[in-house]
């Protein structure tokens, strides 16, 4: 079973880091684009950062020079460095990602059950 699973989120003070780690896992090839996309409560999904197979990158203005997001494609794995985190972070994050099976079957928009993370002091 093809599957995206998050990890990482957590309670933290504002100015803190975490690291949210997405991990694309079952017969996946490859991870052709991916996202991390937050959702707050009332509020609009907002796409936070995203990367492709290539490497090039992606970050909202709300992120720029704070947050980093990667992608080892060895290990399918989409990870998001959130440094000096503000209580505005604070949101559901979900990984969002185009995968390509083992069977060179494409699997467009593949959305993982999402991490909370909370920034408050």
């Known amino acids: 079973q093809v599957q995206l699973v998050e990890s990482g989120g957590d309670l933290v003070q504002p100015g803190e880091s975490l690291r949210l780690s997405c991990v694309a896992s079952g017969s996946i090839l490859s991870v052709d684009f991916a996202a991390w996309v937050r959702q707050t409560p009332g509020k609009q999904r907002e796409i936070v950062a995203s990367?492709?197979?290539?490497?090039?990158?992606y970050h909202a203005d709300s992120v720029k020079g704070r947050f980093t997001i990667s992608m080892d494609n060895a290990k399918n794995t989409i990870s998001l460095q959130m440094n000096n985190l503000r209580p505005e972070d604070t949101a559901v994050y979900y990984c969002?990602?185009?995968?390509?099976?083992?069977?060179?079957?494409?699997?467009?928009?593949?959305w993982g059950q999402g991490t909370q993370v909370t920034v408050s002091s």
């Open positions: 969002n990602a185009n995968l390509v099976t083992e069977q060179r079957a494409r699997l467009p928009n593949q």
């Open positions: 990367i492709t197979s290539g490497g090039i990158t």
